[in-house]
Structures are given as structure tokens and as C-alpha cells.
């Protein structure tokens, strides 16, 4: 349905389009280099593997950890914001503060890079072609 960031934050509602922006423009300062793209409809970020995402929906907006495990750990930031599973909700009116996103995208950015390193130590080394 969205070709790209730009399109799904033009199709929310005109009230909520800055709120939405500045969520963007934080995302990006922190993490320029991520990939962003529409993953599950949503505005996502990936950089070694998916970051977090944003959205609108009927009942407010939220914003996606993409680790069920994290927000239990951050719940002295969260005061009084309720969270489920990895995302927050919060009322589009009371945007989220910078400071708590880029938080998340650091921790979530550090857990990216250890599973990748992880990987690299598993992945098996590849034999040489038999002469």
C-alpha cells in the first residue's frame, strides 16, 4: 500500500503528520546509515538486522522494539507509558521523547551487532575446492 516513509506518513492525518516526523528525523540522527523501508505496513529500520519501527493506528501510535524482552528492562523510562510485548503506545498527542528512542536504537543497535558477530563466529568455514 505505501511505496516508502515519505507516502505513509502523507497518508496519516494532517494533525499527525509532525509528530510523525520528528519520530523520523530522531530515528535517523541516531542511526543514518539504517536501511529504512515499509515492513508489515509500518515504517521500519534495519541495520544488521530489523531496528525499529513506528505507526498509526486506530487507538493512538506505537512504536516497535522489535524485542519482546527489552521494554521489561527500560521500565524506570517507560513510567507511564503503557507497553506490551515490544512496542509502546502512546497518544499521538504526546509524542515520545527523543531521548527514550534513542536509547532503544542504541540498545537495540548493540543486540543487532552481537547477533551478527555471533554469527560469524558459528558459521562454519568454508572448505577449499577439492584439486
Known amino acids: 500500500m505505501y511505496r516508502d516513509v515519505d ?12 509528530m510523525l516526523k520528528k519520530i523520523r528525523a530522531g530515528i535517523r540522527s541516531a542511526v543514518p546509515k539504517a536501511e529504512e523501508l515499509i515492513s508489515y505496513m509500518i515504517p521500519c ?3 544488521q538486522g530489523m531496528l525499529v ?21 527500560l521500565a524506570v523510562d517507560l513510567k507511564g507509558l503503557p ?17 527514550l528512542i534513542k536509547k532503544i536504537i542504541k540498545i537495540r ?14 558459521k562454519p568455514a568454508k572448505k577449499s575446492p577439492k584439486k
Open 83 to 99: 507497553y506490551t510485548g515490544s512496542t509502546i503506545h502512546f497518544d499521538p498527542n504526546k509524542t515520545l521523547p527523543l531521548a
Open 109 to 122: 543497535l548493540k543486540e543487532n551487532q552481537e547477533r551478527e558477530s555471533m554469527k560469524q563466529i558459528l
Open 7 to 18: 507516502d505513509y506518513i502523507a497518508y496519516q492525518e494532517e494533525s499527525l503528520q509532525p
Open 45 to 47: 529500520y534495519k541495520l
Open 53 to 73: 519501527g513506528f505507526g498509526v493506528h486506530k487507538k493512538g501510535c506505537s512504536f516497535y522494539t522489535m524485542n519482546p524482552k527489552l521494554l521489561p528492562t
